[in-house]
């Protein structure tokens, strides 16, 4: 018998087994039987995980960076899965109060690992990660403090993080209102300072003055730092962030001059609920002078504003290192729903059976390949361009550290462009999971409900999506308008060969052609110069450089994804270009990396050809390619998911289960269900049997 023939076989007896299993459970509710008797602890994977051409074990450690990275993940995943303070199924089910309540008790319970372990930073984070929640600490941890390093002076550090990182202060960003939240600089909320006394007075002059959004505002944050307009002697200083304390550290009731609260649900159950995103005004509240953050622009006792040699974009320094933490955390959400996708992919059967054989596996279909394997490789793209984001960002904070800010505005547009671009691409890739799951996605206890609603608001928060990409444009326009004087470096380098990449065009004759770093990146680069440069012309040909920035909005926007998809494809490539140990390891990369570059030549055809770099028979053979590639996918696919290493606990989803084992768990959860506790439901006698007893002669409908 051959290898098809054995695989047949085991497929035909994991089926029969799961039927088995599954006819258990059904008899359980049904007919009295034992529901315990399902097939626990078999691997209705097994035979995929066979089929793996490279070594799982090394490509954990590629997708976690190191030994010591995976090994430091791993202990805190398992940390978290096997303490039943953590569980969350029940989530999606809670009142909101019930809710919060749930997640204060697991942030302390969180705190107190930290703390009776000795967790490290890097720990926390990750322990953070896999507990799943969004919670007040995400923001004291992610913004208040962050805030207070980036614009505190030395004296201000020094008093406030002692207290901050103890938590014995809990801190918010308050910066967006009700009326403004892209538009900083519109920002209604004043801080004016008053010579008599030394202080500022906080007010919230309008309703539309009112902070709004802030997570950990709404009922935990004792403090926040604040973002307000500076008004000295009279005058407007443009807005500086001020730490403000909201609520007595005593009996934690609002103080005078205050008013907070929570804005309400959001979007979906459980999910972003868990927050307590809030709404703050201020009625002339007093605070000290040296609670305003002084790093960058100083008030002194006289009155006198002070500017140090910082620039004042180091106001908004917060946001840079939040947008970088947002593509690290893209990588990982996305991976998280094709794990899901890509297990019940290959456990699902429709239609194609022979013979009474079985029927096919979903994930063989091509069209479902096509959907899925990009959504794969784009996970990895995410996660190598994180890390090099990572990279990048505390390259410019020991710089800032410095005063070195040469290389201020190149992190901005990265961090804003690349959040732009993966959060866009994650938000629409886990819905696209849920398709691939077919009806069984839309099931709460698929995991994916959940993860979408708590994923989508990052596409509008720390910057909306679209309002980041403008500036990416700005920071494009300026490096092509400087060509003819300045030498164009980092991501933009490839604009100092505009000359050639205008010029010259693709050179692949095949579909193997395209198996080539050099091609690809040449592609992609001649692309993104020439949407760009065609932008500057178009530009050119407005008096008023505003208002043709305004008009041509949309085709910048698209300069900028295109810059931003070269970026993410660079550095792919760079990673394949260095030692990745491990059988098949690099080898089963550089398949996802062209996968990736491929896809997006394929849904971007229309730039690519528009530009003149390509012709219809070369984007065609990137298609044929393509498939190709996806066939090379095919074998690896669980164990590319599996390397992901995330335990059934962080997944929270019965179609992503490691062992496959759907159908019974699927069923026996639905039991689960508060609705099942009893066979007549609530408010039948009430509602339904009135109904189905009343004697009407005749009906209308
Ligand atoms: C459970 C127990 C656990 C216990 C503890 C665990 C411990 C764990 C430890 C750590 C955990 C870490 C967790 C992190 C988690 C984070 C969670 C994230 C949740 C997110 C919550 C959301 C928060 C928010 O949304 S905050 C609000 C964000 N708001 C925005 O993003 C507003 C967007 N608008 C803007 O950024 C700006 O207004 C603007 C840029 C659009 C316009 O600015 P403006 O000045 O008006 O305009 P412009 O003229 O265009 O710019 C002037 C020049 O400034 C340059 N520039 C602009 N922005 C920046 C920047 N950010 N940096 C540098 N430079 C900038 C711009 O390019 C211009 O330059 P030029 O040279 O003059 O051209
Ligand atoms: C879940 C969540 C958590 C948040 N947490 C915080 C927090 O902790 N702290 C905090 O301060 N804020 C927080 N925010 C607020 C968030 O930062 C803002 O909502 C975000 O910056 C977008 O601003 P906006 O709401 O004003 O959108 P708007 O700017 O009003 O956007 C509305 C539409 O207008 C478009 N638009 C706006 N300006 C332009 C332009 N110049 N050109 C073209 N199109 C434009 C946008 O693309 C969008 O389509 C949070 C928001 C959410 C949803």
Redesign the pocket.
């Known amino acids: 018998m051959g290898l098809s023939g054995i695989s047949l076989l085991t497929t035909t007896y994991s089926l029969i087994l799961q039927h088995q299993s599954l006819l258990l459970c059904l008899r359980a509710k049904g007919f009295g039987l034992d529901l315990k008797k399902d097939m626990e602890g078999v691997d209705y994977l097994s035979d995929e995980r066979k089929k793996a051409q490279f070594d799982v074990e090394a490509m954990k450690i590629a997708w976690a960076g190191s030994l010591e990275a995976f090994q430091l993940s791993d202990r805190m995943a398992k940390l978290v899965a096997n303490d039943p303070a953590f569980e969350k199924f029940t989530r999606p089910m809670l009142g909101r109060k019930e809710l919060i309540k749930n997640t204060l008790r697991k942030a302390a319970h969180g705190w107190k690992l930290i703390v009776d372990l000795r967790l490290t930073e890097e720990e926390a984070k990750w322990l953070r990660l896999y507990i799943d929640e969004p919670a007040y600490t995400d ?1 004291h941890w992610g ?1 208040f403090i962050p805030a207070i390093e980036g614009q505190g002076t030395e004296e201000q550090k020094k008093k406030w993080l002692p207290l901050a990182k103890k938590m014995q202060i809990i801190g ?5 209102e009700l009326g ?4 900083v600089q519109g920002l209604e909320t004043t801080a004016t300072f008053d010579p008599q006394t030394d202080e500022f007075i906080m007010h919230s002059p309008t309703l539309t003055s009112s ?7 709404g009922k935990a944050s004792t403090h926040a730092v604040v ?1 307000a307009r500076l008004i000295v002697g009279g005058e407007f200083h443009g807005v500086h962030g001020f730490i403000v304390q909201l609520r007595s550290l005593d009996d934690h009731s609002p103080l005078p001059g205050v008013t907070v609260g929570d804005i309400g649900m ?1 979007f979906g159950n459980g999910a ?1 609920n868990t ?1 307590d ?1 809030g709404v703050l005004r201020f009625d002339h509240v007093r605070i000290p002078r040296d609670q305003m953050l002084m790093r960058v622009s100083q008030v002194t006792r006289e009155g006198k504003i002070m500017q140090s040699d910082v620039p004042r974009q180091l106001i908004y320094g917060t946001m840079v290192y939040v947008r970088q933490t947002i593509v690290a955390d893209a990588s990982k959400a996305l991976s998280r729903a094709v794990c899901i996708a890509t297990r019940y992919s290959a456990i699902r059967r429709q239609f194609g059976s022979r013979n009474g054989g079985p029927e096919t596996q979903v994930i063989d279909y091509k069209t479902q390949q096509s959907r899925l394997f990009p959504l794969l490789a784009s996970a990895y793209a995410f996660r190598f361009v994180g890390e090099w984001l990572k990279w990048l960002y505390t390259d410019v904070k020991e710089r800032l550290a410095a005063n070195d800010f040469s290389t201020l505005p190149e992190a901005h547009a990265c961090t804003a462009g690349l959040k732009s671009l993966t959060t866009s691409f994650t938000a629409d890739g886990i819905e696209e999971c849920r398709k691939l799951c077919g009806g069984h996605g839309y099931l709460v206890s698929s995991g994916l409900p959940e993860l979408f609603a708590v994923y989508i ?1 990052a596409c ?8 980041l990409l ?1 500036q990416v444009a700005r920071f494009l326009v300026k490096t092509v308008s400087e060509l003819g004087y300045k030498k164009p470096v980092g991501t933009t380098a490839y604009m100092g060969r505009v000359a050639s990449l205008m010029q010259n065009n693709c050179a692949v004759q095949t579909a193997e052609g395209w198996l080539n770093p050099g091609a690809v990146v040449e592609a992609f680069e001649s692309r993104a110069a020439r949407m760009a440069v065609r932008c500057g012309q178009q530009l050119a040909k407005y008096e008023n450089p505003e208002e043709g920035f ?1 008009e041509l ?1 949309a085709d910048l926007v698209e300069a900028s994804i295109a810059h931003c998809q070269l970026i993410v494809v660079s550095k792919f490539i760079e990673k394949l270009q260095q030692d990745i140990p491990g059988k098949g390891v690099k080898q089963t990369l550089e398949v996802l990396c062209y996968v990736y570059a491929l896809f997006l030549l394929h849904k971007h055809q229309g730039d690519f050809l528009a530009t003149g770099y390509l012709t219809p028979k070369q984007a065609s053979l990137a298609n044929d390619q393509l498939r190709t590639l996806y066939s090379k996918v095919r074998p690896n696919a669980i164990t590319l998911v599996d390397s992901f290493n995330y335990t059934d606990h962080y997944l929270g989803s019965i179609l992503g289960r490691y062992d496959g084992n759907v159908y019974p768990k699927l069923y026996e959860a639905a039991w689960k269900d508060p609705l099942n506790d009893s066979d007549v439901v609530d408010g039948f006698y009430e509602y339904v049997q009135p109904i189905l007893k009343q004697k009407l002669r005749t009906a209308k409908l």
């Open positions: 923001l913004m918010c960003y308050a910066q967006t403004h939240g892209s538009n902070k709004w959004w802030p997570g950990g505002l973002y959001k972003y927050m995103n608001p509008t928060y720390e910057g909306d999506n679209v309002v403008l305004a909005s």
